[in-house]
């Protein structure tokens, strides 16, 4: 089974991505047994379907706008967001919008070209689940989830800013001058 | 200045550990070419044309003499001894080794500095006014908000993979001194009629392929909402600006598609539910910031003025210097000083090792320890006594940096061009330097006045020829290398009597070896047509560029040496 990073752990994992060819009509794609992550628009063609299977999840991609699943987000088991290349960061503010915007609680798991040196990133804005990409050291990406001790700006993770969490030194506070 | 506390310290030195084990990840061939370039750009790491060029940030232009010293003890340890002062208050350096980046960036931390976000497409280096908290006119002090808005940009994790890069200029002033509307946000601090700081907000200014001078989205923010504000225009331009194409997607390019407008309507709405979050600064956090930026103890003498004036009448090597070199201070008795790097057959911009630890230590002599970068690629004193100017002046010229060249056109602005930059289509340094030699004839270049000149090895146009009374840009034809030339442009600065214009290209381009009777014809058109009291680009804008485009294209450039090789025509 493969793995993927959960709760800052490497843990095996079954869902299953779907990623049905572009040509295929919705309502022909065919949904494989056990747990799936269905893209957005085949959710938002055959939710009433998908919601009875029971354990189905939604993947979003970096130009879906996370609007139209506001509704179903709280009886969702899993919301994925899709990352085609790692340099494209349209779903990091789209994580970001699912939990501060949209209130999105259950597991945000990153999906696609998921690199080590991108989790940290990618945590503070909300995803707290990880298919790092197979070829990579998923123990090395564990390691560099957290590379910083601390943070200047709020986000999902605290959106509380550095200056308000704790007092910063004032000019001739600073230790050892 | 500002400086670093225990969560600042641990960032940079947490940074550079980070940095050291994907660079041994990268060696060891864990990590591709391609996924190591955004790692590597994200600490100002290039791979250039001969080797790699380290860009270092100096936020805001501000660095102190021990951060200068170790700026040159980097040109020498891991360099050819200098180093290349850039358009964006960064410093560059041309030769170090990709296996040395890390103890690199280790020798910054060690003076509280760094190279991250000087590169790649995330927020960079926030740029400002170099004669903050000394200019006369200014109306706030850019500072602090710099400061909290570099704390604020670093490592933010929303953006940073943006479409592109992604670049904030801070002005203070009635003068604009940051060319603020070239930036993706520009910012006017600005008070209101009941003396509220705020700021006027423009986005989508830019050079490049497509130059625009910014739209003003917002007349008056308060101070306290500049992240969430900035937040808001970043994510509506993270999710929409363009990535399908690397020439379209600034968000100059997503601003001009939705119309300013619509762009404003969609940040508005994003901040009506970001507004007064917990991002919003506190009075608390700007006080704290702000006092470190408070004024030294100025100490004027009051024979200090006398002694100038002596020294003016008696020499006039002085006098002309201290016309261009000097700028008003606040405090009387006191100026700040321009130390040009750009003397003749020196690339502009560059200082060896040893002129950065001259000039460290003439800022401890003769000010408070305190120096700053320009946009312009010049140093600057800020805080020099009146009655010290002369000794200054003498030491100096010893040390090649006091040419009476400042905001004259030999003080040109150029990018690293052909002879280093992998980007260029050709080079800018020997142009600037053919240039600077035909003018080389100080009564004359005095005469023509304020003209910037600006030159950019390619459309990147990261020597600001758009913004260039006279812009030269390196163009590549089947080959070779050529150059294109635009007049009229301005940067916002009093040069240009505060607009902001892009310039308008000639015509056809040049050779190489045309480009300085070419600046010649133009600035004998100007002295022909010049009304008293107008600067170059006053009377661009008076006559347009037929008379000018006229003038030059009328007869061969070249025909007094080779007939044969007149200007060639675009194809």
Redesign the interface.
Known sequence: MPEIIRASAVVADDWQILRPAAETPLAEVEIPVGRVVVPLALWLERSAELLSRGDTGVWLS?TDDPAPLVRWLPQLPLVAVDFPK?????G???A?LLRS?FGYRGELRAIGDV?P??L???R??GFDSFAVRSDK?IQ?ALR?LQ?????????WDN??????RHP????G???GN | MYVYDQVDRNLVAERVAQYRDQVRRFLAGDLTEDEFRPLRLQNGLYIQKYAPMLRVAIPYGLLSAVQLRMLAAIARRYDRGYGHFSTRQNIQYNWPRLEDSPDILADLASVEMHAIQTSGNCVRNITSDEFAGVAPDEIVDPRPLCEVLRQWSTFHPEFSFLPRKFKIAINGSVEDRSATAFHDIGLYLCRAPDGELGLRVLVGGGMGRTPIVGTVIREFLPWQHMMTYVECILRVYNRYGRRDNIYKARIKILVKALGAEEFARQVEEEWALAKDGPGTLTEEELKRVSAYFTAPDYEPRPADEGEFERRIAESRGFARWAGRAMRPHRVPGYRAVVLSLKKTGVAPGDATAEQMEQVADWSERYGFGEIRVSHEQNLILPDVRAGDLFTLWEQARKAGLATPNLGLLTDIIACPGGDFCSLANAKSIPIAEAIQRRFDDLDYLHDIGELNLNISGCMNSCGHHHAGHIGILGVDKDGEEWYQVSIGGADGSAAGHGRSAIGRVIGPSFKAEDMADVVSRLVEIYLENRETGEHFVDTVERLGIAPFKAGVYGTPVRTKKEPSEGVVADA
């Open positions: 970096g790692f340099t494209d960061g349209r990091y503010s789209v970001y915007r690199l040196d991108q940290f990133f990618m503070r804005v050291d090395q560099s590379p910083f001790s601390d943070v200047y700006q709020g986000s959106p509380v800013p550095a200056f308000r910063r030194a004032w000019p506070q600073h230790d």
